[in-house]
């Protein structure tokens, strides 16, 4: 039991020094060599639980990923009314956001230059969250509250994709948004756009 807890600790010990590194310096500027250093661990140390740089990188962005908060947020969404059930994503995803804004940053600029397989588990990992949203939505089609000819995952990509540019241009282009106001008038927008005309 000592021992798996200590490889449980050791292995998030170079996840975080690996965030961390990656949030200042980029997956590009960033060696294997500086994290173990910043994870206090030798370099072969780090390779025994990440094969390669690229590999750690993946499991970087997996545990940044919205979709276990989303996952988790499903049961209370289904005991809410509708609007109030967007707030709630929107709150969590905004917040989300803002945490890992520098690592955002960074990906912002460097995304195009990264290895195919990073590039396709982003995408991958992006296109997971719209399919769970798009299934709560697709429960409220079949309950009768949103439109039945909408399309949930269209509908999906456009609400995370309103909230992700709101992000992006109040945090990263600092544009001087009232970013609750936004939110606001988006959720909104989305709800009406969405709900059944009674």
């Given at each position: 039991?000592?021992?798996?807890?200590?490889?449980?600790?050791?292995?998030?010990?170079?996840?975080?020094?690996?965030?961390?590194?990656?949030?200042?310096?980029?997956y590009l500027g960033t060696t294997t060599k500086e994290i173990a250093k910043e994870a206090n661990v030798a370099e072969v140390t780090l390779f025994r639980y990440f094969i390669s740089k690229e590999k750690l990188f993946i499991e970087v962005l997996e545990s940044q990923s919205f979709l276990p908060t989303l996952k988790d947020l499903l049961p209370r969404l289904k005991n809410m009314e509708y609007k109030?059930?967007?707030?709630?994503?929107?709150?969590?995803?905004?917040?989300?956001?803002?945490k890992k804004r520098d690592l955002i940053c960074i990906m912002h600029t460097e995304?195009?230059?990264?290895?195919?397989?990073?590039?396709?588990?982003?995408?991958?990992?992006?296109?997971?969250?719209?399919?769970?949203?798009?299934?709560?939505?697709?429960?409220?089609?079949?309950?009768?509250?949103?439109?039945?000819?909408?399309?949930?995952?269209?509908?999906?990509?456009?609400?995370?994709?309103?909230?992700?540019?709101?992000?992006?241009?109040?945090?990263?282009?600092?544009?001087?948004?009232?970013?609750k106001k936004a939110l606001q008038t988006y959720i909104e927008i989305f709800y009406e756009g969405t709900r059944r005309n009674e």
């Open positions: 039991m000592l021992v798996i807890t200590t490889m449980r600790d050791t292995k998030g010990k170079i996840l975080k020094a690996a965030l961390k590194l990656f949030s200042q310096k980029g109030e059930a967007l707030q709630t994503i929107a709150k969590y995803y905004f917040d989300l956001l803002k995304i195009f230059q990264y290895p195919a397989e990073i590039r396709a588990i982003h995408s991958k990992m992006i296109h997971e969250v719209y399919l769970v949203f798009a299934s709560y939505l697709d429960e409220l089609k079949n309950n009768g509250i949103i439109r039945k000819d909408l399309n949930t995952i269209y509908a999906s990509l456009a609400y995370f994709g309103m909230l992700f540019n709101l992000f992006i241009k109040k945090e990263i282009f600092r544009k001087k948004i009232d970013s």
